[in-house]
């Protein structure tokens, strides 16, 4: 079973539209992180968030979000009035740490084209 | 300050060929992940270092697979023999710390064997 699920392969929004990128995850720890990263054409890719499992706080930085809800084991990322330089692949992962595991998984990305 | 350094940008080789990737990680960090990326599995762990030294290698593929870490600010991997199947985009990526802390990733080198 994929630890970490990006049902979204690809997305396609006009510019200025909001959008949400869903993550849904699996794990049996009760300590743990998520991160989102993007993968802009460049290549390399870059750390946007990270949440431990113990803070459910929603996040907000600019035009990003994040809603994270244990009870439905979603971490959703949000990008509001979206912009062309937004289009980009973006990665959700799961990193588990419980009884000394070093454990990193990565969704399979969600494509996300914003059209000019 | 320079970012996570990874040389060749691009390799082109030949079924059977050694290969090596290498890395230069940011300054001052002091862990250090090998990922593989390909359309068909992914984005996925390979090794990580922790303070020069292998803690989890469990994602290397195979024996032909292996890395090195000599000193803080180098590191290798190499395939030998390579094969077609492992043609992929190799990502280095550095941070601080355990794994599960922020990682600054590379540009990738692709990998080509034919």
């Known amino acids: 079973a994929q630890k970490v699920t990006q049902a979204q392969t690809e997305i396609s929004v006009v510019e200025k539209e909001d959008v949400t990128l869903d993550c849904v995850y699996e794990t049996r720890d009760t300590t743990y992180y998520l991160f989102w990263y993007k993968q802009p054409p460049s290549g390399e890719l870059v750390f946007l968030i990270r949440?431990?499992?113990?803070?459910?706080q929603n996040e907000i930085s600019g035009r990003y979000s994040w809603n994270f809800q244990k009870s439905t084991s979603s971490f959703n990322f949000t990008i509001t009035a979206s912009q062309v330089v937004d289009s980009a692949v973006y990665f959700c992962a799961l990193s588990e740490v419980e009884g000394g595991a070093n454990n990193l998984f990565f969704g399979t990305g969600t494509r996300l084209t914003v059209i000019p | 300050d320079a970012g996570v350094i990874q040389s060749p940008r691009h390799e082109v080789t030949e079924m059977g060929q050694e290969v090596t990737l290498r890395c230069k990680p940011i300054?001052?960090?002091?862990?250090l992940f090998w990922y593989r990326q390909t359309m068909m599995r992914g984005l996925e762990l390979l090794i990580y270092?922790?303070?020069?030294?292998?803690?989890?290698d469990s994602g290397m593929p195979e024996d032909r697979f292996s890395a090195k870490m000599p000193n803080a600010s180098f590191s290798t991997l190499k395939i030998q023999p390579s094969e077609p199947r492992d043609s992929a985009v190799y990502f280095c990526a550095s941070g601080l710390g355990a794994l599960y802390n922020e990682q600054f990733f590379g540009p990738g080198t692709r990998l080509t064997v034919l």
């Open positions: 949440r431990n499992s113990f803070d459910e």
């Open positions: 270092f922790n303070n020069n030294v292998p803690i989890d």
């Open positions: 300054s001052g960090h002091n862990s």
